[in-house]
């Protein structure tokens, strides 16, 4: 259990108003702020923030809470859950003492830092390096703008055999959790082992939580070669629990009460970008 001195502290810290603005456009009205209510649609506001009270209110809908009933609300976790969530975002310690049971806590935030690494990495190159050019104009010419290529951090993987291990090594991430993120593969020629995506566009797939949790690359050029590759099951890694691109649609599944399966990222994209958002893949 955690402990109620601990739940206090998170929530003290906890900016009500900024965690709501991650998904709520908010207007200052009075003491408190107004916006459209994310539980259900609507036109006009009915959202009601008092960051005084600690508390919101939807007067359409009747939804209402403090910052940790949002976090349960919109990320689709427990309470205990929302604690860690909002721990973590403004860097407050749970001591050992009052974590939550979990024997491979540190090896799966091991493995999620390597992953938010490469996500960093790739969406570097694919805004900044010459060799990413035909990245760039392959999902231009699909039809992405560039701020929506940002929003959704699509990367791309330098053709360099080990260029996201070395960087990564730099930046002081073992080889050890690269290998447990599925981001470097054993050389069977006795080399040194080498990054598992090599010269393709790279689609980061993010979890509810909003980590990234793996990687799908597509290839560039008529290399004789999987157009597609993904990443393997990891810790954090569930090929059969996974959906491409829940993150973002999550909330708009709740407000529509539907969900839309199509094939692969590129339809995502493509849809989200159009303003259908309830889709994953």
Not at 27 to 54: A, D, I, Y
Request: hydrophobic share 40%; glycine share 8%.
């Amino acid at each position: 259990m955690i402990t109620d001195e601990i739940k206090e502290e998170v929530k003290l810290a906890a900016d009500l108003v900024e965690v709501i603005s991650d998904r709520v456009k908010l207007k200052r009205s009075g003491n408190g702020f107004t916006g459209l209510c994310p539980f259900h649609n609507e036109k006009s506001p009915s959202f009601h923030v008092s960051p005084h009270l600690g508390i919101y209110k939807c007067f359409g809908c009747g939804r209402a809470g403090d910052v940790y009933s949002f976090v349960m609300e919109q990320e689709g976790v427990d309470f205990l859950e929302a604690v860690r969530l909002l721990a973590n975002r403004y860097n407050i310690i749970i001591p050992e003492g009052n974590a939550i049971d979990d024997p491979n806590r540190h090896e799966r935030e091991g493995v999620f830092h390597a992953l938010k690494f490469a996500t960093a990495f790739f969406h570097q190159h694919l805004r900044e390096s010459d060799e990413a050019k035909e990245a760039r104009a392959y999902l231009i010419k699909r039809g992405l703008k560039r701020e929506f290529i940002k929003d959704y951090l699509l990367g791309y993987s330098p053709e360099s055999w080990r260029g996201l291990a070395d960087a990564a090594k730099s930046a002081g991430i073992s080889d050890e959790y690269l290998f447990k993120a599925g981001l470097l593969k054993e050389s069977d020629t006795g080399r040194d082992p080498y990054d598992t995506f090599r010269n393709r566009v790279m689609f980061p797939v993010i979890n509810t939580m909003g980590r990234v949790i793996a990687f799908g690359g597509r290839l560039m050029g008529d290399v004789k070669a999987a157009k597609y590759i993904n990443s393997p099951q990891t810790l954090v890694y569930n090929k059969s629990e996974a959906l491409y691109g829940i993150n973002i649609a999550k909330n708009e599944i709740r407000k529509q009460e539907e969900a839309i399966m199509v094939e692969g990222y590129m339809d995502v994209l493509q849809l989200h970008q159009a303003g259908i958002k309830n889709v994953v893949s």
